[in-house]
């Protein structure tokens, strides 16, 4: 075999005048959404997140997005270091008013905390009596939904 007739067959590899990588914008590509709202998630179509979203401006539709939906966005990430905030603080006024405690006042916290329809509140109240403050909880517990 030739060398020359060999390497004819196959076809010269240039680099492309331009060496920078490109964006997926400057491909053509459709930049997709981070996260899609309430109805396009419910009928599975794709949503622009824009305000309305293409989809329900075209179907006439109610465009909500839901902020806590996407667990990366700061304001997932914020409320979620305030909860944890809050119980810390919660829990360090439990061990205060365990440590204060007289035995007949420990009895009525543990009972409390023993009811299964005790709530965050109901063991506040009795720690804020232990701790001489009443009801003095400095804040109000997270919400979840």
Do not use: W
């Not at 996260?35 to 979203?53: D, F, G, I």
């Amino acid at each position: 075999m030739n060398p020359e007739s060999s390497s004819s067959r196959y076809r010269v590899i240039l680099p492309r005048g331009s060496v920078e990588p490109t964006t997926p914008a400057e491909e053509g590509k459709p930049k997709r959404a981070t996260t899609a709202c309430r109805e396009c998630k419910r009928r599975r179509t794709r949503c622009s997140s824009q305000y309305p979203c293409s989809e329900c401006a075209a179907h006439n539709r109610e465009c909500i997005f839901d902020e806590n939906a996407d667990r990366r966005r700061k304001v997932y990430t914020k409320m979620t270091q305030n909860q944890l905030e809050y119980y810390r603080g919660f829990l360090e006024r439990l061990l205060q008013s365990i440590r204060a405690a007289d035995p007949q006042q420990l009895e009525t916290l543990i009972g409390v905390i023993r009811q299964e329809s005790s709530s965050y509140d109901d063991i506040a109240v009795v720690v804020g009596e232990i701790l001489g403050d009443g009801d003095n909880q400095s804040a109000a517990i997270p919400d979840y939904t």
